[in-house]
Structure formats: structure tokens, C-alpha cells
């Protein structure tokens, strides 16, 4: 029998507890002997809850029982997840985790330390939720040379966006009714800022590069300023604003960014709407691939993790991931060639001509009802060049980046 124990019963251990009691049979089989949760480590008490039984708040209780063959991490946060998650590694015992901050931080020194002592640290649940995308890179596309990755990354954004371009809703009233629902945090910085897809697109590119990649150095763009103007422009233009994470091998080399992008209704990413996420693969063998599903929540998110403690299980010895230390160097944005459009205060008539001197020629967009502005899309051009244009530009109100891919 294999025992576990589980750091944090909040959402999502919760539902690690909850999957496996359900799943039992299924999960016991799977992992090829009976798994049975012997720990419920949390600060909380909670009267009536069967976890009762197994909960514990001393981490020491879990750390020195030689039983205990695996830890789950779902606390969330670098501390003291970290601490509790690396000795866990020294003693000896496999650790599964759903905690993006602590793998975007500490991945490749705590995968190191799993290697050493041949047990296994695994995340899958860390990107994507239930979306089967960081065993996918590790173990199925290993024969290819991965030429891009980019994905929508976090169900709060893409649900507020979602609800912006099909209800009309302002910013603010998206971002109120995500935290009615559930869907946003009290405080939605990590979300709307970009900074939970930027810590995911970190991990993906660490991953098919083999080098850590610092999410701090990654360029991080949030939706705070995407107005229902500017959704009304893409609707008018038959395109969908996007938080798209983004990673990529260009003449330059390895760029990567999170921003707000106009898809075109040829992207894969186009039609994913509301919670759901989705992650787009390009390989220069297998071509392009998509994985899609529910990105976050408690039951799918708890399902990555409780496959992991399966893997676990069945894997005593290490399985090899290839994320090495070694600082992977990101090229600048300023070569990467795309289209952007513009938002303009003014006369098109009046201003026309200065935009096509900046920008060479251009298409341009009228919202009927949106007076006193206009919109233009420009030509493919250089981040860098498109920068020197938008500053000298007098009235610029607005520019979001533009997918220039036709097909993908």
C-alpha cells in the first residue's frame, strides 16, 4: 500500500481528497497497489469533515513517517511551500504539485534534488489545470524540435474578455462578476496583470528548451487596459482579443511574452472561450497540435494531481525531466515581425496621411457609434519599428498586437 499525505485543504486539496475517495477502485488500479491519504496537513480545523480523521498541523508529523511514500502540495505560494515541498525531496519522498509560483521559482533546483535521490517531482496540475500538456512535453513529443508554444492560459482573463465581447460588459464589470462567480480572487493582480499565464509560459518553454527560464525576464502585458471600445473595434474587424502566452524560435532567437493579441478566426485559439484553456504545440515533425480543456477548478485541477500520485506510485525511481539550471537567454521583442492595431483620436481624413507616413500603408476601421476616433491595422513590421511610429504618433489612444499568421 502506498501511503500520501496532503499539504493544504483549500480548493484544491480538497478535491485531491474528494477524487481519490471517489475514484478509489479506479485510482488503485491505475497505480497498480491501494493508495490511501494517511495525512490532511492544515493550519484550519474543520468540524464535521470526515478529513478530520487524518488532519494534522504539524508538517514534522508527515516529514518524519517513513510511510508516508509521497507529498501533494497544494498550498499555493513560494513559502512555506518551498521549504516543505524541498525537505520532503532530502527525505526521500516523491512530492506532486499544483503550485505554479513555487515551479516557476524553484523548479529546476527541486528537480535536481529528485534526481539525486531518484524519486520523481511532478507539476503537471501547475499548467493548464486537467489539460494533459507537461507530461505531453516530457514524455510524448521528445522525438520533435518544439518550434512554439502558445496557449490561453488563465480561465479568469478569458472569461472576462469572453463576457466583454459577447455582453458589452466595461473591464470592471467583467472583473466584479468573475469574482462574484468564483472565478477571480479577492485580489486578481497574478490575473489580470498576466503575471499566472506569465509564470505558466515559463514553465512550458523551461521544459522543450531543457534551461530555466526566469519568468521575471519574460514580457508580461495584462488585459487592465482592454476597453469594450477596443472589443468593438475587433469585433468590427472579425477578429477576438486574446491573453495569449507565447513562446517561440525566430531568427533572433527564443522570444516569449504574454499579451493581449487580435486573433483571426483561423487561429486554433480563436474559438476558446470563457474558463477554458487551451495550448497550442507546433513541432517541425509533428506540425501543429492542441490540448484543451478546463484549465483550472477544483475537480479537473485535482484530477492532475491525483495522476501524478498515480505516476508516482507506479515510478519509485526518477524520471528524467530535462530543465537544467543553466539561465535560457530570451531574445528581445524588437525583431519579432507582426501587424498592430491602433486606436486614433481624431479625424481619419486629418490624420491619414501622417499615419501612412509613420507606418506605410494601412487598413482602416470605423465603430459606428464611436465617434471622433478611428482604428488601423498596419502592415507586418518590426516590434521595434512599429515602437518608433506609435511614439510620434499625436492622438494614439490604443495599440494591441495582431496575429499575422493566416492558418496555422
Known amino acids: 500500500m502506498a501511503k500520501i499525505a496532503v499539504l493544504g485543504y483549500g480548493t484544491v486539496g480538497s478535491g485531491v481528497y474528494e477524487v481519490i475517495k471517489t475514484n478509489q477502485t479506479i485510482v488503485n488500479k491505475n497505480a497498480g497497489e491501494d493508495i490511501e491519504i494517511k495525512y490532511v496537513l492544515d493550519l484550519r480545523d474543520f468540524p464535521g469533515d470526515p478529513v478530520e480523521e487524518i488532519l494534522v498541523h504539524d508538517y514534522d508529523v508527515i516529514l518524519n513517517d517513513p510511510e508516508v511514500s509521497v507529498v501533494v502540495e497544494v498550498m499555493g505560494g513560494v513559502e512555506p511551500a518551498y521549504t516543505f515541498v524541498k ?31 531518484d524519486i520523481n517531482f511532478f507539476f503537471e496540475a501547475s499548467v493548464g489545470g486537467g489539460i494533459p500538456i507537461i507530461r505531453t512535453l516530457n514524455l510524448c513529443l521528445t522525438a520533435d524540435d518544439i518550434e512554439e508554444i502558445s496557449g490561453i492560459l488563465n480561465g479568469t482573463t478569458n472569461y472576462m474578455l469572453t463576457k466583454m465581447a459577447d455582453e458589452g460588459w466595461e473591464f470592471d464589470e467583467a472583473l466584479k462578476t468573475a469574482q462574484e462567480l468564483g472565478y477571480a480572487e479577492h485580489n486578481p493582480e497574478a ?19 531543457g534551461k530555466n527560464t526566469d519568468y521575471e525576464k519574460v514580457y508580461t502585458e495584462g488585459i487592465t487596459k482592454v476597453s469594450a471600445r477596443d472589443i468593438k473595434y475587433a469585433k468590427e474587424l472579425g477578429l477576438k482579443i486574446k491573453l495569449i502566452a507565447e513562446s517561440q524560435k525566430t531568427e533572433a532567437g527564443l522570444v516569449a511574452m504574454v499579451a493581449p493579441i487580435m486573433l483571426k478566426k483561423t487561429h486554433p485559439l480563436y474559438n476558446v472561450e470563457n474558463v477554458l484553456n487551451a495550448v497550442y504545440v507546433r513541432g517541425n515533425v509533428l506540425g501543429p497540435a492542441m490540448f484543451f480543456g478546463s484549465g483550472a477548478g477544483k475537480l479537473p485541477t485535482a484530477s492532475a494531481v491525483v495522476s501524478d500520485v498515480i505516476a508516482a506510485v507506479k515510478n519509485r525511481s526518477n524520471i528524467k525531466v530535462e530543465w537544467d539550471e543553466e539561465d535560457l537567454n530570451l531574445a528581445s521583442l524588437g525583431s519579432v515581425k507582426r501587424s498592430f492595431f491602433v486606436r486614433v483620436s481624431g479625424s ?24 471622433g476616433e478611428f482604428g488601423f491595422i498596419t502592415k507586418v513590421m518590426c516590434e521595434d519599428d512599429f515602437n518608433v511610429g506609435y511614439d510620434m504618433l499625436d492622438g494614439a489612444i490604443r495599440r494591441i498586437r495582431v496575429d499575422n499568421v493566416e492558418d496555422k
Do not use: H, M, Q
Not at 191 to 209: H, N, P
Open 191 to 209: 490575473d489580470i496583470d498576466g503575471w499566472d499565464a506569465c509564470r505558466k509560459i515559463a514553465i512550458l518553454t523551461s521544459l522543450y528548451t
Open 87 to 117: 525537505n520532503a525531496l532530502l527525505k526521500g519522498k516523491s512530492v506532486c504539485t499544483s503550485n505554479k509560483a513555487l515551479v516557476a521559482a524553484k523548479g529546476p533546483e527541486l528537480i535536481k534534488i529528485a534526481r539525486e535521490k
Open 348 to 371: 481619419e481624413d486629418e490624420k491619414l496621411k501622417r499615419v501612412n507616413e509613420l507606418f506605410g500603408e494601412v487598413r482602416t476601421v470605423k465603430v459606428p457609434g464611436l465617434d
